[in-house]
């Protein structure tokens, strides 16, 4: 396993180590707390949807420079520490043979959901190369954010992808769920077919993240945004070992893995078991049991509940220090929301965020920092 102070990519890329988003995915100490959030550009965003006026989202996420430029926009509009490319985690399911797409008001839409081993055995795992669209956008980040910004610090960038549960969940269902009826009877089925699909979403995935890092991704986030719909047995059997590999093997190409799903309090012991290097709490459990339950030797990403933006500025201001006061300024803690900005959010909320984040999480980590204790309570 890779140690985090002969991480490749942090000497690689930032010899100065002047990356406090970098930093604190490996529990280096850092001047203060890095701050960026789930669905940075997006909907409640102006600038995004004067983009989508003239613009589909897969025409955005197919052209390199709008991407790119969706991209940079968001993450210097907030002042944040780390820009997520602009993409969409099914942008996989074209060059694997399943055609989809994004239907408005209801998401994305999988014209023939797989439900069978011979639909299975058909898909395709040898055109990766037809994602280049987004590595490309990721030079072009990158480049943009090649020089440290006014403060010294190196602006993180972010590639990511679906996890193998996450991403088989829109193939078998066709589109987003309630109850995973049937993808969960794909996985019961104890046949060949779950564990194939499994096997070739992660040849995918591989290939795609080190596209990615081979652009200039610092680290890969990978989402399991609906592995709460698994009981703690389920994960384990059917979705615990093709993660961990898949996360074992980005981890490989050098990079930071952040692992992040959606209502996964039970889950998080497992989670931590993929060797993930950070993992994403959602905002319904307190970030220091989150982090108790991942243990001390692991980073923790989150976790203020989206839809405090829309609350009045004393109670979002209380919500961002009690983030803060649970992290207590342990190295290893990047605030981020517990899922992503919805749509309608005030932009200058999100804002007021970011300026409480760096001068409140300046002072937690200075408070933190004479014992640089990485125990957690
Ligand atoms: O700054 C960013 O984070 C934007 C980049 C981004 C998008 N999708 C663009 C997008 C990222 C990181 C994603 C990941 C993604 N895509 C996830 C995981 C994150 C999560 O929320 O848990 C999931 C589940 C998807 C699949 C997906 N894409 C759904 C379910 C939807 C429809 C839901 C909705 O909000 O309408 C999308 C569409 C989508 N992808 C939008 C954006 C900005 C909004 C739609 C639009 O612009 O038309």
Redesign the pocket.
Known sequence: MIQPEQHPAVLDSHPEGSSRFIRACLRQPVDRTPVWF??????YMPEYMAV?KHHS?LEICRSPNIAAEVTIT?AERLGVDAA?I?????LPFTPMGLDFE?VAGE??VVHTPIRSLEHIQSLRTDRVDELQYVANAIEKVAAHFAAPRHDGDHLGIIG?CGAPF?LASYMIEGG?SRNYIHTKKLMYAGDAAWPLLMEKLVTVLVAYAAQQVEAGADVIQI?D?WAGALSVADYRQYCLAPTTELIQRVKALGVPVIYFG?DTASLLPSMRETTADVIGLDWRIPLDEGWRAVGPGCAVQGNLDPITLFAPEAVLEARVREVLNLAAGRPGHIFNLG??IVPETPVENVIRVVEWVKQFGAAASAQARPGESTHVR
């Open positions: 789930l669905r940075q550009a997006g909907r989508r989202l968001a997520i602009f993409a969409d985690l099914l994004f998401g994305p990511f996450t987003s989402f945004s959606v899922h992503g």
